[in-house]
């Protein structure tokens, strides 16, 4: 049975990257890291999201944001999910969700014309998946990124200030809002609870990596859990990050000094992406250091393995089981820190006793 969890010692933040169907890696790591908890707990119902106080998502990351937060109906508090659930929602709908039609690949000349993606297939997954649940019904706080073409600036989904029908949102929108990667699907215009409108596009255009994104939005989550709330340091917090994989992709200065604006678009949309991805973990790493909490920081982003592919659309049956194995691999490679990580996530607050 689901029990109540203790007041924990830190302010536990989650945040996955973008990165299409690479989610499947920090799915399959966060899938040992759940059953981790569970036998730490000895509790079988244990899940994901009660051991997080903020869960932040780009692209990708986003969808899986959505899902761990999810409860199985509106204003109870059983997760929807769990992590084995949803790596299989990638495993067995990746190929509706990236699906190549003979007739779009010729109406819009491979992807050149128009999006390479129409986007059916997502939007009826997302519906199948989050139904009619609303942001304002999210077990926790969470940070999921868009980019707002028209406003020219970030957007972020947060469960914590959607309290107002101005700053809730359909769940299946925000999960689509996050995923509109600009050249393989059509930018989203979702409509608050309210009726206002917002043109988004993936919020991997600013935050491939929104580790850094939650660290700061840590400080506006409401609640009595740290009195410190406001200032939030990095010793009062534990921030998993996990990556969808470094492509093994390099260029030749050869050939790159003479590429012109069609040659460059796609690997400077690749290189814009882990760059940032690269300078937020360095930038926390400095941060946790700096205050000798370390290993209060933890991210896990493996080189892809010759077997996988680099491509986010990429869902061949050797690819995704290719995807797979390397999350395995990585959970087995790096076990000392996800246990390390358990204790820290499941570390209760210390009780002050009266002197006597």
């Known amino acids: 049975m689901r029990g109540p969890v203790p007041k924990p010692t830190y302010f536990r933040i989650l945040s996955i990257d973008g990165g299409g169907i690479r989610g499947i890696i920090p799915g399959q790591i966060l899938m040992v890291l759940e059953n981790k908890l569970r036998d730490k707990t000895r509790n079988p119902e244990s899940r994901l999201v009660d051991y997080f106080d903020l869960i932040a998502g780009s692209g990708t990351g986003g969808i899986m944001a959505c899902a761990y937060l999810s409860p199985i109906k509106p204003q109870m508090r059983t997760p929807r999910f769990s992590a084995a659930q949803v790596v299989d929602i990638y495993l067995k709908f990746g190929a509706r969700v990236f699906e190549d039609t003979l007739d779009h690949r010729i109406l819009t000349m491979g992807g050149l014309l128009d999006e390479k993606y129409t986007s ?169 250091e700096a205050a000798g909490v370390p290993k209060q920081y933890l991210r896990l982003n493996p080189e892809l393995t010759i077997d996988v592919k680099a491509e986010m659309d990429n869902v061949g049956a050797e690819n995704l089981r290719a995807l797979k194995e390397l999350g395995e691999y990585v959970a087995e490679e790096q076990e000392d820190k996800l246990d390390a990580l358990v204790e820290q996530l499941v570390a209760e607050q210390a009780q002050n006793t009266p002197v006597q």
């Open 120 to 288: 059916g297939g997502l939007e009826r997954v997302l519906r199948d998946y989050f139904d009619d649940l609303q942001l304002s019904h999210l077990l926790k706080p969470s940070l999921i990124t868009a980019y707002d073409i028209t406003k020219r600036q970030a957007h972020f989904f947060t469960q914590h200030t959607a309290d107002k029908p101005a700053s809730d949102f359909y769940v299946r929108d925000v999960a689509r809002a996050t995923s509109a990667s600009p050249s393989y699907f059509e930018c989203e215009r979702v409509q608050s609870r309210s009726g206002v409108s917002y043109p988004l596009i993936d919020g991997g255009v600013f935050a491939n990596n929104p580790a850094m994104c939650a660290y700061v939005e840590a400080r506006k989550v409401p609640g009595d859990q740290l009195a410190r709330q406001k200032t939030l340091a990095p010793a009062d917090i534990v921030l998993f990050s996990l990556g969808t994989g470094l492509p093994k992709v390099h260029f030749d200065y050869d050939d790159a000094k003479d590429w012109g604006l069609t040659r460059w678009t796609r690997p400077l949309l690749d290189m814009v992406a882990s760059a940032g991805a690269e300078t937020v973990d360095y930038q926390l790493k400095q941060l946790f």
